[in-house]
């Protein structure tokens, strides 16, 4: 009986119907075929912006972040369902790695996102409030908010898991559900993966469907409140930004397309250096990961001229090594490509770069494979070229062949090897091997205007790097031009690429109300009893406790010297102190912490648990011997983490802000204090 890949849309798996036949890229069978009944993409839309949306804004960040969690442990607990649907992409067990785990590993990334730098509630204060008037009744911030619409995923082949999950993350977390739309020609690993994902439980109904084949019309139904991302080629990124309804109601789109990345040698390398090794290591592990199928791959290697033949033999050598056929077979080391056709693209794509560049080793379909029926197999060999003259020859620098494919191209000094880099129009990733940190500063500093991100790699960072091809879930992947001109991943700045950004303007007490966080000069509410003594249930944003005062004395600035060590010129030198600015000894600004912090502790045993840090600290004005300071602690912000300690006991974080005075009302520090404090059950 076939296998019908099935779409998920509206709550219900769709197809019942042999379409498109989905053969395995390692021996050609026929694993299963898409479905042919059509997709109803206006009840699809329906169903996210009612169902979903209302279902993920029950929800708040820190309780979407611990979904994403569950999620994530859910998807390692059953990934070797994954493993073995993932072999007949041609992918090996390594290979797989990087898309399964590299997948869930991305979920619990963004969990800790939600968890760490998110607030509970649906609204993200991109503060601080600022004054727009002089008498501090009129200010202004800006707000994130979910924008209530849906977001369009569609992507390449090359990663069917960790391509659908390193977008679905921050458009999870940020309330906005999503419509997953994968390549073909691998999508029967997506539509497995996304089967875990329903039938985990712990999705809310609406926020996740996935479509196999077509997208039909559905980027003619979007609208304002949408989002559309794209990851696969730069022609099919340009033909999507420019979709009538996209122009239309100016829905974003965000494209990561495929680059001509480029490995540039340093010039201070030689064959004896470790950084050599490092450098045929890395060009060789981007040529046979994943057959060369990856967007950040190295397409073009710069080497010195002086070490082009050193270059090129170590390099031809190593990769002639390659063992290639069936990943499950023990010893094989480079898989297939995921398909026929994509097999046959990167031949013909070889056939035109051998007209400008000289072929060294590969370009075929290889002759030894291993494994049962491997010949059926949509195999390529690791393929090398030179191009002699990477500067008059432009066909090296527009054209990718996306299989196990590099040019390399020599330059004479450092200057042309940024102008061989250049001539790849933006890419995703450049990354430079060297030694010297006077041409690491000379690279970056010129290179990072296109590209979207720089791995600078010698033996120190070589211990733990993760190499030139791995996007990492907390910095940015994307980069301009030819890649794209998008950002995806980064860690919290995927999150507000979801959310819409609003400026707010009104009296600090109204912002204060909106933004759910205390802002300065918003009415306060001074408590009967100290706010540390209140649970975590009971305080109420603006709660505050304005403190006695203190006079500070020469006493003090002694003891404190004494303490701490510190006794800087201008805390205990009269005649040094008078010729400064300040014109006399003033106080420690630590000791105005600490003072301070004498003036609001509440020293009984209470709900708050634990000082875990300071935030926003500025010493304003300087404390001098004879002032006297006040605080005022104010509750800020409230974070509920739903967490609990292992005697049960239930707990959230509180923000504090503290504003530290002196007796003519002038601020002399101010600072966020944060504290863990318990729950009443």
């Not at 994943?290 to 990769?319: E, F, N, S, Y």
């Amino acid at each position: 009986m076939t296998t019908i890949f099935q779409s998920y849309i509206a709550g219900q798996w769709l197809g019942n119907t042999s379409a498109q036949a989905l053969r395995s890229a390692v021996n050609g069978q026929t694993i299963g075929t898409t479905h042919a009944e059509p997709i109803d993409f206006e009840s699809a839309l329906h169903f996210a912006r009612t169902h979903g949306v209302r279902n993920l804004m029950a929800l708040d960040f820190q309780q979407r972040a611990q979904r994403l969690k569950a999620l994530a442990k859910y998807l390692m607990d059953h990934k070797e369902a994954l493993y073995a649907i993932s072999a007949h992409t041609g992918a090996s067990r390594a290979d797989s790695w990087i898309d399964i785990e590299g997948g869930a590993g991305t979920l619990y990334a963004y969990a800790g996102v939600g968890a760490n730098e998110m607030p509970s509630g649906n609204v993200f204060h991109e503060g601080p409030a600022f004054a727009l008037g002089k008498k501090g009744g009129f200010a202004g911030t800006h707000i994130l908010v979910p924008r209530g619409g849906v977001a369009v995923h569609i992507n390449a082949f090359n990663f069917p898991v960790w391509g659908l999950l390193e977008k679905f993350a921050p458009s999870f977390l940020a309330g906005m559900p999503c419509i997953g739309k994968p390549a073909t020609a691998t999508s029967y690993l997506t539509e497995a993966a996304v089967r875990l994902m329903v039938n985990s439980g712990i999705l809310p109904e609406g926020s996740l469907q996935l479509v196999i084949g077509s997208t039909g019309d559905l980027l003619d139904r979007l609208d304002v409140s949408d989002v559309v991302t794209f990851t696969g080629s730069a022609d099919t990124a340009a033909k999507l930004r420019v979709h009538p309804n996209v122009v239309k109601n100016s829905i974003p789109f965000n494209a990561e397309a495929d680059s001509l990345n480029c490995c540039i040698l340093g010039p201070d390398v030689s064959p004896d250096d470790e950084e050599f090794d490092l450098f045929i290591k890395e060009v060789a592990r981007e040529i046979t990961t994943k057959a060369g199928q990856k967007c950040t791959a190295i397409r073009r290697a710069i080497v010195p001229a002086k070490l082009m033949d050193a270059v090129a033999d170590k390099l031809t050598a190593r990769l002639a090594k390659t063992v290639v056929g069936d990943p499950s077979v023990e010893g094989v080391r480079m898989g297939a490509l995921a398909s026929h056709a994509q097999r046959d693209d990167v031949a013909d794509k070889v056939n035109v770069l051998k007209q400008h560049a000289k072929l060294l080793l590969g370009g075929a379909v290889p002759t030894e494979l291993v494994g049962e029926g491997a010949e059926q197999g949509a195999f390529y060999a690791p393929t090398v070229l030179v191009c002699d003259k990477p500067l008059q020859t432009s066909a090296v620098h527009d054209i990718e062949a996306f299989g196990p494919v590099s040019t390399l191209m020599p330059y004479g000094d450092i200057e042309e090897a940024l102008a061989i880099a250049k001539l790849g129009k933006g890419s995703l990733v450049g990354s430079l091997v060297t030694h010297d940190t006077s041409v690491a500063v000379k690279v970056v500093h010129a290179a990072a205007a296109w590209h979207g991100r720089l791995l600078v790699l010698d033996r120190e960072a070589a211990v733990e790097s993760t190499g030139h091809g791995s996007p990492l879930p907390l910095l940015k992947h994307g980069g301009p031009g030819r890649a794209g001109g998008g950002e995806e991943l980064g860690g919290l700045r995927a999150v507000l690429h979801y959310l819409q950004r609003s400026a707010v303007q009104g009296s600090p007490t109204m912002l204060a109300a909106i933004t759910g966080e205390h802002v300065r000069g918003a009415k306060v509410t001074d408590t009967p009893s100290h706010p540390f003594r209140s649970y975590f249930e009971d305080l109420r944003i603006g709660d505050s406790l304005l403190t006695h005062r203190r006079t500070v004395t020469e006493a003090d600035i002694a003891n404190f010297g004494g303490i701490s060590g510190d006794y800087f010129y201008m805390h205990f030198d009269e005649e040094a102190a008078k010729a400064s600015a300040f014109g006399k000894r003033i106080a420690h600004g630590y000791f105005v912490l600490s003072a301070a912090a004498g003036l609001f502790v509440s020293p009984g045993v209470g709900p708050v648990l634990a000082n875990y840090g300071l935030d926003t600290l500025r010493f304003v004005k300087p404390v001098g011997i004879g002032d006297t300071i006040q605080a005022r602690l104010t509750a800020k912000r409230k974070t509920d983490r739903n967490r609990r300690d292992d005697k049960g006991v239930g707990q959230g974080v509180v923000a504090w802000d503290v504003e530290v005075t002196n007796q003519m009302g002038e601020l002399v520090a101010s600072y966020d204090i944060l504290t863990l404090v318990a729950k009443r059950n």
